[in-house]
């Protein structure tokens, strides 16, 4: 793990990894490219061998486009390098696939995506590799589990829909003496809120779709960790073929230089709409990480730098009222991603844990009446009003 630079994460995010072209552009081009030239073939065979860093073939990330978005989500996650992808769960796949075997294990914490679910629950063991989920609440029960064959720990923190923190020091720490990897998907922090890496995670993978692209136009994946685990991942990201493209890789590093100032506005915006929904007579619960207290207010100040965009509340409310408070919302649009300059909202049930049985979301705390809200950058009086609104009929 590199240490930090001497600067602030809004200047790393404007100035890392750019790289100026002859012709003075300001940020780095975009080079839509599969293939680069070389002057020799002992110029190229350092390239190919691994001598000298290079461009090649834009399949293998060697494009200069790539290679610079590359660089500065390495820097921004604190990272040695990193690898960028055409989807957030490209770079799981390749994770999972790079770093376990048939008979290997990997071990799941908490809530996480339902695509993360259905890859270790459904397509990994195919291969012969196997999960075991533990909920939120066993997660103390992570040592009994890890077994001589555990490969990975993976989980989400803070975790979707329930915006459960989960320690990353511990779990790391438990991990290692079991001879396992933990991977934190770092997607609803960002590195902005939060760097895994710094708290002992070995690698931190990143649906860039959400706030690292932050404007809901385009779908990237990103691998940020030591070059040794990123190697066998970048072999499968090349013969998977699912390296992001030039032009999306243009796009996120646009996207990135305003990371730090989208975020903090988001942060500062969720915490008032949270506080609102905190008094409001209909809320029963708000889970957001920046109004957490105890145990997990401590977790949060010692992991977390802001509370992030998403928040969570559950009403007194049958699953149809809920429905209809949701249908009744004007700024916040109902779509199920997160992350963008614009507030969505949605029913889990309906959504992300459409799939899961009744019984099961019941013991992860899933109610019908849970909504989720992605603030995005509009006014916290706008969409405080947009929701006392919306809350206002039975
Ligand atoms: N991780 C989290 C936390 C997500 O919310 C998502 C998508 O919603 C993913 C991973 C998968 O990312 P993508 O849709 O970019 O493949």
Request: aromatic share 6%; with cysteine; net charge negative.
């Given at each position: 793990?590199?240490?930090?630079?001497?600067?602030?994460?809004?200047?790393?995010?404007?100035?890392?990894?750019?790289?100026?072209?002859?012709?003075?552009?300001?940020?780095?081009?975009?080079?839509?490219?599969?293939?680069?030239?070389?002057?020799?073939?002992?110029?190229?065979?350092?390239?190919?061998?691994?001598?000298?860093?290079?461009?090649?073939?834009?399949?293998?990330?060697?494009?200069?486009?790539?290679?610079?978005?590359?660089?500065?989500?390495?820097?921004?996650?604190?990272?040695?390098?990193?690898?960028?992808?055409?989807?957030?769960?490209?770079?799981?796949?390749?994770?999972?696939?790079?770093?376990?075997?048939?008979?290997?294990?990997?071990?799941?914490?908490?809530?996480?995506?339902?695509?993360?679910?259905?890859?270790?629950?459904?397509?990994?063991?195919?291969?012969?590799?196997?999960?075991?989920?533990?909920?939120?609440?066993?997660?103390?029960?992570?040592?009994?589990?890890?077994?001589?064959?555990?490969?990975?720990?993976?989980?989400?923190?803070?975790?979707?829909?329930?915006?459960?923190?989960?320690?990353?020091?511990?779990?790391?720490?438990?991990?290692?003496?079991?001879?396992?990897?933990?991977?934190?998907?770092?997607?609803?922090?960002?590195?902005?809120?939060?760097?895994?890496?710094?708290?002992?995670?070995?690698?931190?993978?990143?649906?860039?779709?959400?706030?690292?692209?932050?404007?809901?136009?385009?779908?990237?994946?990103?691998?940020?960790?030591?070059?040794?685990?990123?190697?066998?991942?970048?072999?499968?990201?090349?013969?998977?073929?699912?390296?992001?493209?030039?032009?999306?890789?243009?796009?996120?590093?646009?996207?990135?230089?305003?990371?730090?100032?989208?975020?903090?506005?988001?942060?500062?915006?969720?915490?008032?709409?949270?506080?609102?929904?905190?008094?409001?007579?209909?809320?029963?619960?708000?889970?957001?990480?920046?109004?957490?207290?105890?145990?997990?207010?401590?977790?949060?100040?010692?992991?977390?730098?802001?509370?992030?965009?998403?928040?969570?509340?559950v009403l007194?409310a049958t699953g149809e009222q809920t429905a209809a408070v949701v249908?009744?919302?004007?700024?916040?649009?109902?779509?199920?991603?997160?992350?963008?300059?614009?507030?969505?909202?949605?029913q889990p049930i309906t959504?992300?844990?459409h799939?899961?049985?009744p019984?099961?979301r019941?013991?992860?705390?899933i109610a019908d009446s849970m909504i989720?809200?992605?603030?995005?950058?509009?006014?916290?009086?706008?969409?405080?009003?947009?929701?006392?609104?919306?809350?206002?009929?039975?």
């Open positions: 793990m590199t240490e930090p630079t001497e600067q602030g994460l809004s200047t790393r995010s404007v100035h890392s990894g750019e790289r100026r072209d002859p012709e003075g552009a300001i940020h780095t081009p975009l080079y839509t490219h599969s293939t680069f030239a070389f002057g020799s073939t002992a110029d190229l065979l350092d390239v190919v061998e691994g001598r000298k860093p290079g461009n090649l073939y834009t399949r293998y990330g060697l494009n200069p486009t790539i290679r610079s978005l590359e660089s500065k989500l390495a820097d921004l996650e604190g990272g040695e390098q990193a690898l960028a992808f055409s989807s957030g769960m490209a770079a799981e796949a390749a994770t999972f696939l790079a770093h376990t075997r048939t008979g290997e294990h990997i071990v799941c914490i908490g809530d996480v995506y339902g695509g993360t679910f259905e890859l270790l629950g459904d397509n990994l063991p195919q291969l012969g590799i196997t999960t075991t989920f533990l909920r939120a609440d066993e997660v103390h029960r992570l040592p009994d589990v890890l077994s001589g064959s555990t490969r990975i720990v993976f989980f989400e923190t803070p975790s979707n829909p329930t915006l459960d923190i989960f320690d990353i020091a511990t779990i790391s720490g438990q991990a290692r003496a079991s001879g396992a990897l933990t991977v934190v998907d770092n997607t609803f922090a960002t590195p902005v809120n939060q760097n895994p890496l710094r708290h002992g995670a070995d690698l931190v993978v990143h649906s860039a779709t959400k706030y690292l692209g932050g404007h809901s136009d385009l779908t990237a994946g990103a691998l940020i960790g030591p070059a040794d685990l990123l190697g066998p991942v970048a072999m499968w990201r090349k013969n998977l073929g699912q390296v992001i493209s030039p032009e999306t890789a243009s796009l996120l590093a646009r996207s990135l230089r305003s990371l730090p100032v989208r975020v903090r506005a988001q942060n500062d915006t969720a915490t008032a709409v949270a506080s609102f929904l905190t008094t409001h007579p209909r809320v029963t619960r708000v889970n957001y990480p920046g109004l957490a207290t105890g145990e997990a207010k401590q977790l949060v100040d010692a992991q977390m730098r802001g509370g992030g965009g998403m928040l969570s509340v007194d249908d009744r919302l004007r700024l916040f649009s109902i779509a199920p991603s997160l992350g963008g300059v614009e507030s969505l909202v949605t959504t992300t844990h799939g899961l049985a019984d099961e019941a013991k992860r705390g989720r809200l992605s603030v995005g950058l509009e006014d916290a009086d706008d969409l405080i009003g947009d929701l006392a609104q919306a809350l206002a009929t039975p």
